[in-house]
């Protein structure tokens, strides 16, 4: 099933999607890798602060890279989400709703989706001139020193993905985990 989402994602909107389900989103979304996540996480554990708010937001594993004369950022793909499975309990566990990535997740990501009504849906790799084209600003708002790592505040329209796991515990990449 299709489904258009105004972000961002609530708990409330989690538990009406399904692995399957083929969204566009259009608001607003963070941008954040590996080294952000660390980083983030870090602090989490010196000083129990994050520069976000991690209150329902989504979280896009991307690392742009340089946008071109007129653009607002260049290619947008996603990159594999398993490098911040480490990091991704705790920030599900503080408010964070949704991930949006490619790859598979870990079972510990998987139990945290379920345990927070969170959902992890794929971008298509590959397709990240187009994606770069939904996204209609782009700004760092912490870690520039990081490049394309820092986390950005993205606004997206029409920006689409697939639902991957969902709150139930459906899983497209492992069906038979979840009896169906």
Known sequence: ??????????????????????????GEMLVARDAAHQRMLMQWESENSLPIDPKNACIYYMGPSPAREGRV??????????????YT??????????MVGKGKRSQEVKE?????????LAAVGGAG????KCIISSEVICYD????????????????????????????????????
């Open 112 to 120: 945290a989706i379920i345990r927070n009504k969170a959902v992890y």
């Open 129 to 132: 001139a187009y994606l770069s």
């Open 73 to 86: 950022i260049g290619s947008a793909g996603p990159t594999t989400a398993t490098r911040m499975d480490k």
């Open 89 to 98: 309990p705790t920030l599900l566990d503080l408010g964070v709703t949704a």
């Open 145 to 180: 020193d990081l490049g394309a790592e820092a986390i950005r505040r993205i606004k997206v329209k029409d920006f689409p993905a697939i639902v991957v796991m969902d709150c139930a515990g459906g899983d497209l990449y492992f069906p038979q985990a979840d009896g169906a």
């Open 1 to 26: 099933m299709e489904k258009k989402i105004l972000l961002p994602f609530t708990k409330e909107i989690n538990e009406t999607l399904r692995a399957g389900d083929l969204v566009t989103m259009t």
